[in-house]
C-alpha cells in the first residue's frame, strides 16, 4: 500500500491522504514527492476546483518527519544529503501549500506537530476537532521548530509563539485557534457530516467556490469549550518572554513566583542549550519575513543542526533508546558564546 493516496478529482474534489498510521502519518521523501507533484499539476488542471489535505487512521493527521531517516544522516556523506534532499522537498511542499491558488481543506484531527503542522499551515482552511494536539515538539530532540516556524510562530498574538517554541508544549483546540494555527472548530461529529457535504457537491459547476466552501464549514462549526491557556496567560507571556536572549527570559521568569512561570521556566530548562539559542535568534530575524525567506533560513539552520554532535544525541534519548537521558556537549547556555549561535546562519564554503 502506497504511503500517500492521490485521489483522482472527482466533481471538482482532490484528495491527498497521509497512509503510514501506524507511525501516525509521519513524512517520509517517498511521501512528499508525489504530493509535491501532484500539487504542481492539480494547480493548472481545470478539474481541479478544491483539495483535501488528510491523514489514516485515528490518531492524527500527522506527527511530523520520519526522524529516525535523519538520524541516519551521521553515518556517511550518502545519508547526510538525503536528510538535505528530504528538507528541501519537504519545505517546497510546505511553500507549494502555503501559496496553492485554489482551497485547501486540512483536516487536522488528532495529532497534528512539527512537519505535520508545516504542510498544513498554509491551507487554505484549517479545519480542528476536539482531539486535536498540536506542537512544535523539534526542542525535545535538539533540534529547531522549522517548517517555516519562525514565519508562522511570529502570527501568534504577541510573544505566544515564541512560549510555544521554546517550551514545545502540546495545545488543543482553544489555544489552536487563539495562536492563529486553526480556522474552524468541528467536532469529530459534525466533521463527518461536514466531509459528506462537501462531496455532495458539484464543484465544477460553482461559480464562487471559496464562498461555497465556507459557508458549508460555517454551518457545521462551533466554539471550544474549555478556556485558553494562552489567552489567560498572555499577559505574563509577553512580560517574560519579551527579551532578546534566552538568559534574559530565564532571570524574568525566575523573579515571578507564579505556578505558570514556574513551570515555563523548568520546562524551558530542560531542552537543549544550543536549540534553545538557536531557536531564538530565529524567531528575532524571522520577524516581518515572509513564509519563503523564512523556510529558506531554516534549510541552512537544519544543515547546521545536521553536523552537531547534541542533534543526534537529542533523538537518540527520545527516539532511538528512550531514555529521556541526553548527554548534550553544550550542557549549559554559558557554554553557547554568540559566534556559535551565528554559526548556525551560515552557509558553509565550500
Known sequence: MSEVLLSKPEQGIATITLNRPKAINSLTIDMLLPIHDALLAWEKDPDVRIVILKGEGQKGFCAG????????AKENHEAFEKAMEFFRIEYATDKLVANFPKP????LDGVVMGGGVGLSYGASHR???EKTKWAMPEMNISFFPDVG???FLNQAPGYAGRYLALT??????EDILFANAGDYYVTET????LIEAIHAVNWLQETDVESKLTQLIQIVESTPEGKSLLSNNQEQIDRH????TIEEIIDSLNSDSDPFAVETKDTILSKSPISLKVTLEQ???GENKSLAACLETDLIIAQNFLKTNDFYEGVRSVVIDKDRQPVYQYKQLSDITHSLVESFFQVEEG
Open 127 to 129: 479545519i480542528i476537532t
Open 283 to 285: 524567531l528575532i530575524r
Open 149 to 151: 516556524a519562525a514565519y
Open 65 to 72: 518527519g520520519d526522524i529516525k531517516t535523519l538520524y541516519h
Open 190 to 193: 459534525q466533521l463527518q457530516h
Open 241 to 244: 518572554f519579551a527579551f532578546q
Open 104 to 107: 485547501i481543506i486540512a483536516l
Open 168 to 173: 514545545s508544549n502540546i495545545i488543543t483546540a
